[in-house]
């Protein structure tokens, strides 16, 4: 894996695309939660269920007591409602009980070590979700390697396994810090406009001469 190689992919897609900037932040609590409605789903799907839980409850506190299909119909549109919303009433109870509050705000306060092996040990966040939490709750320099990120850097010879998680521990070392935050950005929507997992438009790509992708696409050239 080539730290002068994503530096590059980097450049490439900032020509392209511009640097994207940070939106407003989450509560750390709020992204875990967020990050888990993600899951198996649609960006559209899991930012529904994220708003239909907040029309039906108003506080932490009135999910974390509510009866069980409760807080799975209220976010059934993300699917996998009943799995899903199993997950976060255990999150919440694991907080009250061992921080006496339902706030992971002290996350704020820890290094990128200490605060991802703290979200690591909640059932249900992996290592994209670590990576995920980090990067767009508490600002931290994590890469997250998502479904888009990991085809394009195969594709591109950077990543050679085929496992996700894996990918999202052995990449961190590998990016600076300061490109964490554009990299991820911009290769989730080369991903989604050029990139596509089937037919991608390989005439319409500027990282074709770095591609190592066997099955490519060159109609539109």
């Not at 789903?41 to 930012?47: A, E, Q, V």
């Not at 810090?177 to 319409?204: F, Q, T, V």
Request: glycine letters at 4%.
């Amino acid at each position: 894996m080539s730290r002068a190689a994503l530096e590059l992919v980097h450049e490439r897609l900032r020509e392209r695309f511009g640097t994207p900037r940070p939106e407003s932040r989450m509560p750390p609590l709020d992204e875990v939660v967020f990050t888990i409605l993600s899951q198996n789903t649609t960006d559209t799907n899991r930012d529904r269920a994220w708003a239909s839980l907040w029309k039906r409850f108003e506080t932490w506190e009135q999910i974390a007591a509510a009866p069980a299909d409760e807080v799975a119909a209220a976010i059934e549109i993300g699917g996998l409602h009943q799995v899903k919303a199993r997950r976060i009433q255990e999150l919440l109870a694991r907080i009250e009980k061992e921080r006496g509050e339902l706030s992971l705000d002290h996350l704020e306060h820890l290094d990128q070590e200490d605060a991802a092996a703290e979200l690591a040990a909640f059932k249900g966040i992996g290592a994209k979700s670590v990576n995920c939490i980090l990067l767009f709750s508490l600002g931290l320099p994590a890469f997250p390697v998502d479904t888009h990120v990991h085809r394009i850097l195969r594709r591109l010879g950077i990543l050679e396994t085929g496992d996700l998680s894996r990918a999202n521990r052995d990449i961190q070392e590998h990016v600076p810090d300061e490109i964490a935050y554009p990299l991820h950005m911009n290769l989730i929507r080369y991903g989604r406009e050029i990139c596509h997992a089937r037919r991608p438009k390989c005439g319409s790509c500027n990282l074709e001469d770095l591609c190592v992708y066997d099955d490519k696409n060159m109609e539109e050239r």
